[in-house]
């Protein structure tokens, strides 16, 4: 009975200190939640069932882009038929499409650049909790400089293109998109090539974060790493020289705290993985598939109706493209930072 | 980023204000070249002006901002992780002399002393219970010899 006790004693000891090194995920969005199985699973899995809920709500947001189209549709017929009258003016033709299809699409287009804009500011914000935890839990794996890197990189970047996409490139959408109109309408050249203008700005600032960030987490992914495995074998080695059953314990006790680590990181990560893909997969759906049925409305009405109306079209569809790199290339900063912060140190 | 977006409205504006004014003109006459050149002259401007002016100081302290903000998570998990490797580390050594003792038969309570820096090995061990000179004598040796722990760094009491 004395041994018992003695054993539970010793077991209650050897349990309580590896619960003091906790990494928990940030639980994500109440929108995000849809998408994320209530149940524990792996990535496969957890990415399979995003899949399976974002399927689910394509067909609503296909019918809801279809009541939009069907609209451009029927203005598509009337200007067809206005143009048929005998000596109609076809500037009046052009003007009145004009006018017709941009007070149609502004609205969607609207509530589109609206909820684009949120979802950074919803990833930018899960980020912001989220690599925190991942920096800690890579740290405690002993990857302090890779970990300090990756959040410097992560962090920096996330923000300033939080900052560009609110402060910048949603404004822009809107010049962007008054100048698409003003440009069909009048079919002035000038404002034409300052959309195209606005338009290249837009996406290279976009490409131009992501490049450089794909560039600094390549380059500091390879130093770093290789600087926290060397750090990590010298620990070795100290542990190695000491007296034969300290250095056990202290082998034992490094090993136990680096696996853990490694598991909590991994769950923590897979977790965050997850939840970035549930706040992107919503908003993607809803204005993928505005984007899709925008550039099949254009096809078809391109078969009947003047070619300004049919432009315009053409160039909200482009917004929505826009939208939809902003909000991809977020998501893709982030991930990719947490798969680095997963892989740990080199 | 808001003088980025003002900058670029500038830009749109000038050009927008600049081809109306020429349109307006048309493309003969003597004042046409004229207001083309006097066009070129303030978009020209308008396109350069922020990079003359292009001050780059709140960029340091920018970036200086989310260093310190990593150094501290990182420091904060290397602290959780020496945490739980103190926390192993001294049950893993009180386990060891606590079977010691059960295996002479003695009931104590032992608390190991860890060193303060890394790589964190024990420096002393204090000992709680009665004891008979024979066994604390057998277990004091133990200590000394499996942890490196000298006699005067071996607290009795009770």
Known sequence: ?346 | MEALKEYLISVIAVSVFCAIINSLVGKKGTVAPLLKLVSGIIITITVIKPFIQLRVNGIYDYIESFSNDALYYSQSGENSSAEARIGIIKSKAQAYILDKAASLDVAVEVEVVLTDTEPYVPREVHLHGVVSPYAKKQLSDYIAETFAIGKEAQIWTG
């Open chain 1, 1 to 346: 009975m004395k041994r018992l006790l003695l054993l539970i004693t010793i077991l209650l000891l050897l349990v309580r200190p590896v619960n003091a090194m906790e990494f928990t995920a940030p639980e994500a969005p109440s929108q995000a939640q849809e998408y994320l199985s209530d149940e524990p699973q792996s990535f496969g899995e957890g990415l399979l069932y995003i899949l399976k809920e974002a399927i689910s709500k394509f067909q609503p947001a296909v019918t809801e882009a279809a009541k939009v189209c069907a609209s451009l549709i029927g203005i598509s017929l009337l200007l067809s038929m206005l143009q048929s009258i005998p000596n109609a003016d076809p500037r009046v033709t052009s003007l009145v499409g004009t006018v017709a299809v941009a007070t149609v699409l502004f609205q969607s287009a609207n509530s589109l650049i609206r909820l684009g804009s949120e979802t950074v500011t919803q990833l930018s914000e899960y980020g912001k909790l989220l690599l925190p935890v991942m920096t800690a839990a890579v740290a405690a794996q002993g990857g302090a400089t890779t970990s300090a890197s990756l959040y410097i990189g992560t962090a920096m970047f996330d923000a300033v293109l939080c900052h560009v996409v609110s402060a910048f490139i949603v404004p822009m959408l809107y010049v962007y998109l008054c100048l698409c109109t003003a440009g069909s309408a009048i079919s002035e050249n000038a404002l034409n090539k300052l959309r195209d203008f606005i338009k290249w700005v837009m996406t290279w600032s976009l490409k131009l974060i992501l490049y450089i960030f794909t560039g600094y987490i390549s380059i500091t992914g390879v130093i770093s790493g290789t600087a926290d495995a060397s750090a990590i074998k010298a620990a070795k080695l100290a542990i190695s020289g000491a007296v034969p059953v300290v250095g056990s314990i202290l082998s034992d006790a490094s090993e136990t705290v680096l696996v853990s680590a490694g598991l909590m990181k991994n769950s923590v990560g897979v977790y965050g993985l997850l939840a970035i893909i549930s706040i992107w997969i919503g908003p993607f759906i809803q204005t993928g598939a505005q984007y899709l049925m925008l550039k099949i409305t254009a096809a078809v009405c391109s078969v009947f109706t003047t070619k300004q109306p049919t432009k315009l079209i053409q160039d909200f569809s482009g917004a929505m493209g826009m939208i939809l790199a902003m909000t991809g290339t977020v998501c893709l900063i982030l991930l990719i930072s947490i798969v680095c912060f997963m892989k740990g140190v080199g």
